[in-house]
């Protein structure tokens, strides 16, 4: 079975661009979670969308969007990029459907997004 | 704010040690229990899960767990300088019941195994 896709692996944007980010999750997953990894904050939970639904958001301003479609890939938009906002994005994706408690994420390779 | 605190390191152990990596978390309502290894430039990977208080074994690795004092750890028997990366424990939130799945992460334990 594929693992968790993200495309593309490494950006390139300048301030005040924005950039969208790609993710197509394990086959039959229909969970799919957004995490940001910088050394100093390490992984900080973006959002989580399951069913083209956003069930929860995390501490991110409101230029942080993603979006899932009905195949449940998954994208994820920075408007307005800030230098900042560098980091690596990893999506997940996890088998989950109702409960909360028993399902593990499995992560993409991520994409690196420079901001200069 | 649910907190996820695991110390930073290095741990250094010696190549046949057991390495022990821990991991406290602020929720009591926790249900879910994840150890994740990252390599350095690579996405984590999932390594064992716990739901239920004690231990669980799986190969070199075992994850314990004790709900009453909030603390989960992983153990690594034999380790190898191939288990050398970093060790992210993750908790699952309870947010809001059966509609949400959430993993709180640690900032991560780097293990050092030395020849």
């Known amino acids: 079975k594929a693992g968790v896709t993200q495309t593309p692996r490494y950006l390139i944007k300048t301030r005040g661009q924005q950039v969208t980010l790609s993710c197509s999750p394990i086959s039959g997953h229909r969970s799919v979670s957004w995490y940001q990894q910088t050394p100093g904050q390490g992984l900080q939970f973006l959002f989580e969308?399951?069913?083209?639904?956003?069930?929860n958001k995390g501490n991110f301003p409101g230029r942080f969007s993603g979006r899932q479609f009905s195949n449940s890939r998954s994208e994820m938009n920075v408007s307005t990029l800030e230098l900042g906002d560098s980091a690596l994005y990893l999506c997940a994706s996890s088998s989950t459907t109702h409960t909360v408690y028993n399902s593990p994420l499995h992560f993409g390779n991520g994409t690196r997004l420079t901001v200069t | 704010q649910k907190e996820v605190e695991q110390n930073s390191g290095p741990l250094s152990v010696p190549e046949g040690a057991i390495a022990s990596l821990n991991c406290t978390y602020s929720?009591?309502?926790?249900?879910?229990f994840f150890w994740y290894r990252q390599y350095s430039g690579k996405s984590p990977e999932l390594i064992m899960f716990i739901y239920s208080n004690g231990d669980k074994e799986d190969g070199r690795f075992t994850a314990q767990l004790n709900k009453a004092s909030q603390y989960v750890s992983l153990l690594i028997r034999d380790s190898q300088p191939s288990d050398s990366a970093t060790y992210l424990c993750?908790?699952?939130?309870?947010?809001?019941?059966?509609?949400?799945?959430?993993?709180?992460f640690g900032t991560g334990t780097r293990l050092q195994v030395t020849l």
């Open positions: 993750a908790v699952n939130e309870r947010i809001n019941t059966g509609t949400a799945s959430k993993l709180t």
């Open positions: 929720d009591r309502g926790s249900q879910s």
């Open positions: 969308y399951f069913s083209e639904t956003q069930r």
